[in-house]
C-alpha cells in the first residue's frame, strides 16, 4: 500500500510556521514586504510540510499548496481572461473562496506551477504529485460571463489544464493529479466531466490520476472507474455507502482510498484502518492501493492534521507488518 495525501495542509499553525505564513501574507498584501521575502517564507514552509510528511511515513508526497488559496484561484489568476470576484461557499464546507469570472476566451500565459514544483521535488528523494483543478470543477467553481455554456468553458479549461500537465511532467512529475470534488454535489454532468478530463491528460507523460472528494459519487462512482487515468480516487468518509459500492465493481486502476476523514479531528483508530485496508484488498493489490485522507487537510488544526497523517503511517506500517508474518 501507498500511503499519500490529497493535496493541502493547514496554513494556521500557531506552535510551528502558521503564524510566520499569514503575518507574511498580510505584510506583503500591505507592500511591507517584497515578492522576495514572500516566497522565501512559502520555500521555508513547503521544505516543513513535505519533512512532516515524510516523518508520518507518506511515499508520495505533496507541495502542501502552501502558496494556494483555493482549488481554482491559483490557475485562474495566471491565465487571460479572468477577473477574482468576491467570496463565495466551498461547496458544503464552512469556508469562502474567491469565485473566479470569465469574461473572454481564457488563454495560458505560459508555465503556471512548474516552478513551484521543481522547489517542492528538490526538497526530498520521495516522489512528489503534481495536483491540478479537473477542467469540469474549474468551470464549475467559475463565474462564466463568456461562453455562458458548460461544457466549451470545461473543454477549453481541459486543453489548457493539459499544456499545464505536459509542462509539470516535463519538469519530472511522476503523478499528475486532477481534484474532480463536483462530482458529489448536485445534478454533475458525469459524461462532460469525463470528457474533459481525457482531454486534459491526453499525451501526457507521467501518470494520472482523478481525486473526487466531498458529497456522493452515486451513479458516478462506475463511469469514474473507467475514466481514461492510471488511479482514480474515492472518498469513503463523505460516503461510506461507496465502499460497499466499490466491492460490486470491477477496479482496473489503481485505486486511491480516502479512508482518514480530513474535516474532523477525531483520530481513527488503527484497527478500524486496518478492516478498511483487509476489505478494499480484496480487489486491489497492494502495489495498486494508495491510501490517504479523504480531501486535503486545510480543514484541520495542524497538530490534528499532523496526527492523521502519522496515524495514516502507522496503520500502513503495522498492517503490512502481519501481512509479513
Not at 502558521?18 to 506583503?28: A, D, F, M, P, V
Request: hydrophobic share 40%; aromatic share 8%; proline share 6%.
Amino acid at each position: 500500500m501507498i500511503p499519500t495525501a490529497i493535496g493541502n495542509y493547514p496554513k494556521v499553525a500557531e506552535a510551528t510556521y502558521g503564524t510566520k505564513l499569514i503575518g507574511t501574507l498580510t505584510r506583503w498584501q500591505r507592500k511591507e514586504l517584497s515578492d522576495a521575502d514572500l516566497e522565501a517564507t512559502c520555500r521555508t514552509i513547503t521544505r516543513a510540510v513535505i519533512k512532516e510528511q515524510e516523518a508520518a511515513g507518506l511515499q508520495v508526497l505533496t507541495d502542501g499548496q502552501i502558496r494556494w488559496e483555493d482549488l481554482v484561484t491559483p490557475v485562474a489568476r495566471r491565465l487571460d481572461g479572468f477577473e477574482i470576484n468576491g467570496l463565495s461557499r466551498y461547496f458544503d464546507n464552512n469556508v469562502y473562496y474567491r469565485r473566479p469570472i470569465l469574461h473572454k476566451t481564457p488563454r495560458r500565459r505560459g508555465p503556471i506551477l512548474v516552478d513551484e514544483y521543481r522547489f517542492a521535488a528538490s526538497c526530498t528523494k520521495k516522489p512528489v504529485k503534481a495536483v491540478l483543478p479537473a477542467p469540469y470543477s474549474f468551470a464549475r467553481l467559475c463565474e462564466d460571463r463568456h461562453f455562458k455554456r458548460e461544457r466549451p468553458f470545461a473543454l477549453r479549461m481541459a486543453e489548457l489544464l493539459n499544456e499545464e500537465a505536459k509542462a509539470l511532467a516535463r519538469a519530472g512529475a511522476p503523478i499528475i493529479q486532477f481534484d474532480e470534488p463536483a462530482l458529489g454535489f448536485g445534478k454533475p454532468d458525469v459524461k462532460l466531466a469525463l470528457e474533459a478530463l481525457s482531454v486534459a491528460t491526453r499525451g501526457v507523460k507521467a501518470q494520472t490520476a482523478v481525486v473526487s472528494y466531498f458529497g456522493s459519487l452515486d451513479g458516478a462512482l462506475t463511469p469514474l472507474l473507467r475514466a481514461k487515468v492510471d488511479i482514480v480516487g474515492v472518498d469513503v468518509v463523505s460516503d461510506p455507502g461507496a465502499l460497499a459500492r466499490l466491492g460490486r465493481e470491477r477496479i482496473t486502476s489503481a485505486l486511491s482510498l480516502g479512508c482518514l476523514d480530513a474535516r474532523n479531528t477525531k483520530l481513527e483508530p488503527v484497527s478500524a484502518l486496518h478492516a478498511v485496508f483487509r476489505r478494499i484488498l480484496k480487489q486491489v493489490p497492494a502495489d495498486r492501493l494508495y491510501v490517504s485522507p479523504n480531501c486535503g487537510l486545510e480543514f484541520l488544526p495542524h497538530p490534528q492534521a499532523r496526527a492523521k497523517l502519522r496515524r495514516l503511517g502507522e496503520a500502513v506500517r503495522s498492517f503490512s507488518a502481519k501481512r509479513r508474518a
